[in-house]
């Protein structure tokens, strides 16, 4: 039986998400480990944090495919008391390679920003530039909703523990733009595009007047959960690749990981 290495995961990976992309500052690919290692079993998850780590180990996983990279700037220490040393420690220790698409799955078709549209229910889904790949969405809800309800149901839809809601005033809802994880950078140019509401993660207070002041609403979910649905969609990927290519590989999907933040 052929040999499967973490360099053929790669192909299926930049197939799926081409790096080329990736933002010029981000920093997607093969991040720990080598090319040519063996590969059986992959773990799909968002972050690489202590808990998914423990969970590839348990699952007897040889590769992490993450959306975040897990190590982002310059590495000027490897101390194993602190927390990303001591993951890069296990890691190596138990042979696990860590692969990372960030802004390359974000931008492409079908990756992060597509499968929040779909989950939040647009329809006529485009990108903002009237590119084939950019960063963001811009789509049609099926029908109009206030900004209340409108929150409500970005909640109910990414199962959010809760949402904050910029209320920019009395209309109603019919176009959304979006940008999973952190892309109030996008509010204006969604608003251009005709916008009356914009979901995403991580919006700044300052950021939150602009809005107000702009007259578009802002449904900040968190950065967790407009990004994590990209998890279940990107392991089926890779078994479809897998699957047309013969690749006996076992692919487990983190089930585990929650919001870091909690409402009190």
């Known amino acids: 039986m052929?040999?499967?290495?973490?360099?053929?995961?790669?192909?299926?990976?930049?197939r799926i998400a081409p790096r080329q992309l990736a933002e010029d500052w981000d920093n997607p690919g093969l991040l720990v480990g080598s090319f040519?290692?063996?590969?059986?079993?992959?773990?799909?998850c968002l972050d690489v944090t202590e808990e998914t780590v423990k969970a590839a180990v348990e699952f007897g996983a040889d590769l992490i495919i993450a959306h975040h990279p897990i190590i982002f700037r310059a590495?000027?220490?490897?101390?194993?008391?602190?927390?990303?040393?001591?993951?890069?420690?296990?890691?190596?220790?138990?042979?696990?390679?860590?692969?990372?698409?960030?802004?390359?799955?974000?931008?492409?078709?079908?990756?992060?920003?597509?499968?929040?549209?779909?989950?939040?229910g647009l329809v006529d889904v485009k990108t903002f530039e009237e590119e084939i790949f950019s960063l963001g969405r811009i789509g049609k809800l099926p029908q109009k909703m206030t900004a209340k309800d409108f929150a409500l149901h970005v909640k109910k839809s990414l199962?959010?523990?809760?949402?904050?809601?910029?209320?920019?005033?009395?209309?109603?809802?019919?176009?959304?733009?979006l940008c999973g994880g952190a892309g109030s950078e996008f509010i204006s140019k969604a608003k251009f595009h005709g916008a009356q509401a914009f979901v995403t993660g991580d919006l700044k207070y300052h950021?939150?007047?602009?809005?107000?002041?702009?007259?578009?609403h802002v449904v900040d979910?968190?950065?967790?959960?407009?990004?994590?649905?990209?998890?279940?969609?990107?392991?089926?990927?890779?078994?479809?690749?897998?699957?047309?290519?013969?690749?006996?590989?076992?692919?487990?999907?983190?089930?585990?990981?929650?919001?870091?933040?909690?409402?009190?």
Request: hydrophobic share 45%; aromatic share 6%; with cysteine.
């Open 2 to 14: 052929k040999k499967i290495t973490v360099q053929h995961i790669s192909e299926i990976m930049n």
């Open 36 to 44: 040519d290692s063996e590969v059986e079993k992959i773990f799909v």
């Open 75 to 120: 590495v000027k220490n490897f101390r194993t008391d602190l927390p990303l040393g001591k993951k890069l420690q296990t890691l190596i220790k138990n042979d696990i390679a860590v692969f990372a698409a960030h802004t390359n799955l974000d931008s492409v078709q079908g990756g992060v920003n597509d499968v929040l549209a779909q989950k939040l």
């Open 159 to 177: 199962n959010a523990e809760s949402v904050r809601l910029v209320d920019a005033g009395d209309f109603l809802i019919e176009k959304v733009g």
């Open 207 to 216: 950021e939150a007047q602009n809005a107000a002041e702009s007259k578009i």
């Open 221 to 264: 979910a968190g950065h967790f959960a407009t990004e994590f649905p990209v998890v279940h969609v990107l392991a089926g990927l890779l078994r479809e690749e897998c699957e047309k290519l013969s690749y006996k590989i076992k692919i487990a999907e983190d089930t585990i990981s929650r919001d870091v933040f909690k409402t009190i």
